[in-house]
């Protein structure tokens, strides 16, 4: 318990710090785009320097909630956003992320259908033989509940069903990729732009996962990187966003892996 | 004497600020948790292990027996090696080696438990895969992990509390003709045993509320585990795990994990003053 309240005083400081400093552009949200946005950041401020951008991580759900309380300006959100909170915030697309299926080279597995993959990760397949491969137990790896990432992959492959309660849960992409790294029996998913050559990726529905096919709409298992206001933004956000949008700020996004809004 | 006074009521200030904290944080946890718990029924709370806050079930059995069940493998590990090192560093080891035993072990306290969750994920958890099968991260993995991290606690306390034993009864004992072990087993070990209780029970609140190294290598699954190769998902881990992302009552139900666990360690942490207390009654008495 002392740990949580450390954690909220800690919170707590840095919301007040973050208003000391009120000409910065705050970006709250999605551990997946962090990265990306703080990259993207960096270049901006090196062509502006007179203006700031903070970049913070803490889950798309706590990005949206920062918008609406107004304690950042821009949120970051990976996942598309729930029916009751369309009307509330205005979202833009970024980019665009594939959803990779990965497991370990060791596994002879190397195409799988959205059915298959839902029956792996329900618990219906138990053994990796039912798909096509070695003899041998399935042990999927999901990601906590709220993350974006995990969000996706319920809507694009899940559906209505439910992930297996045995299944481990980890919670970074790091995470999921050392635990496939070493377990022969591991199915995960996790951001494609963040996969590996230690990890090999599967074909689902015959569909190679690449960047090409995610913009061609032939890879199903895509999802948007949104950045999320309310109401129009202030001048100074705007032009981040602008930045974000523009050809220069798209090749950077496209060079780490990802891909283009449009 | 006015000075005294001034320092005396100012410190008083400063201790009361302390406890008044502590009693903030009861009350709040309290305050976001217990609604939930009312609103789900306690029944469907505690005894359910369907944890699926997206649609409104929440119930932490599998967390409350995964708690136990790595606190219970994890106290086992470290009271044998821990209540080990103590007989030996007070009764039997050369002083010169003790004076730099002792220092080492307390040393294990202060890593951080990050690191201590990375060694177990790239050292025990592979082996434990490849020895033992599962998926490696498992109740036996943390438990090492925890069984490890409570050492310092369980040592150090054990130790003071076969110090305490008067040093009479050794003698006594070795005057009747009983070999070293044998008055440390039957002599030490049953003068000090409250002291040895509130040392494990302790080191047990450490390892029910130890978090981070329990999430690196616990596996964080919702099943009740059934061995010690399953994966667990402890009460900390949960709260850790969807803090960052909770909303409603998804958020109120943790908190209610956290009353859950807050109450467990109450319990414990009272177990122990009540034996302490009854070693050191015991003590004057004879």
Request: aromatic share 6%.
């Amino acid at each position: 318990m002392l740990r949580l309240c450390f954690a909220a005083v800690l919170i707590a400081i840095g919301a007040g710090c973050g208003n000391s400093q009120s000409h910065a552009v705050k970006v709250v949200g999605s551990t997946s785009i962090q990265p990306f946005a703080e990259l993207l950041a960096e270049q901006y401020v090196a062509q502006n320097p007179t203006l700031g951008v903070e970049v913070q991580g803490g889950g798309s759900t706590a990005g949206l909630q920062a918008v609406a309380n107004d304690l950042a300006d821009i949120g970051m959100c990976s996942r598309l956003l729930k029916p009751e909170e369309e009307g509330e915030y205005t979202d833009t697309v970024i980019a665009r992320d594939g959803l990779a299926i990965v497991v370990n080279p060791e596994n002879s597995v190397q195409d799988l259908t959205t059915e298959q993959l839902r029956g792996l990760f329900t618990g219906k397949i138990q053994n990796w033989s039912e798909v096509g491969g070695q003899d041998g137990p399935v042990r999927p790896i999901t990601r906590e509940e709220g993350s974006g990432t995990r969000e996706s992959f319920v809507h694009l492959v899940m559906g209505k069903e439910r992930i297996s309660r045995r299944s481990l849960t980890q919670e970074s992409n790091g995470a999921v990729k050392e635990l496939v790294k070493g377990d022969s029996a591991a199915i995960g998913y996790m951001s494609l732009g963040l996969v590996g050559p230690e990890l090999r990726k599967v074909r689902i529905d015959g569909v190679e996962p690449t960047a090409e096919n995610v913009l061609a709409g032939t890879y199903k298992l895509a999802r948007p990187f949104l950045f999320v206001t309310r109401g129009t933004p202030g001048a100074d956000a705007q032009h981040f966003f602008d930045y974000v949008l523009s050809e220069e700020g798209q090749k950077t996004l496209e060079s780490e892996g990802l891909v283009r809004a449009q | 004497m006015k000075q005294d006074k001034l320092i005396a009521l100012a410190l008083l200030m400063v201790a009361f600020s302390a406890v008044s904290g502590l009693a903030l944080i009861t009350v709040f946890i309290f305050k976001e948790g217990l609604p939930i718990i009312v609103k789900t029924g306690p029944g469907n709370f505690f005894l359910s292990s369907d944890w699926d806050p997206s649609s409104g079930n929440f119930g932490i059995f599998s967390m409350i027996a995964g708690s136990l069940a790595v606190t219970v493998c994890a106290m086992v590990i470290g009271t044998v090696f821990g209540l080990g090192l103590a007989i030996v560093l007070g009764e039997f080891c050369p002083p010169g080696l003790a004076a730099i035993l002792k220092p080492v072990v307390e040393l294990l306290a202060g890593i951080p438990s990050v690191v201590y969750g990375f060694v177990g994920v790239v050292t025990i958890v592979p082996l434990i895969r490849t020895y033992l099968g599962g998926p490696g991260l498992s109740v036996l993995a943390s438990s090492i992990v925890l069984g490890i991290m409570v050492l310092p606690t369980v040592t150090s306390i054990s130790m003071d509390a076969l110090r305490a034993v008067p040093r009479s009864y050794w003698q006594g004992s070795i005057a009747l003709g009983a070999t070293k072990w044998q008055t440390t087993h039957m002599v030490m070990l049953k003068a000090a045993k409250s002291g040895i209780a509130a040392a494990i029970i302790l080191g047990m609140g450490r390892a029910v509320g130890e978090t981070m190294a329990v999430i690196m290598v616990a596996g964080n699954t919702l099943e009740v585990p059934h061995g010690i190769l399953d994966p667990v998902r402890t009460l900390t881990s949960n709260i850790a795990l969807e803090m960052g992302y909770a909303s409603g009552q998804h958020r109120e139900a943790l908190f209610a994990t956290g009353v859950t666990l807050f109450v467990i360690i109450m319990i414990l942490n009272t177990v122990a003053l009540v034996m302490a207390r009854r070693g050191a009654g015991e003590g004057r008495t004879r």
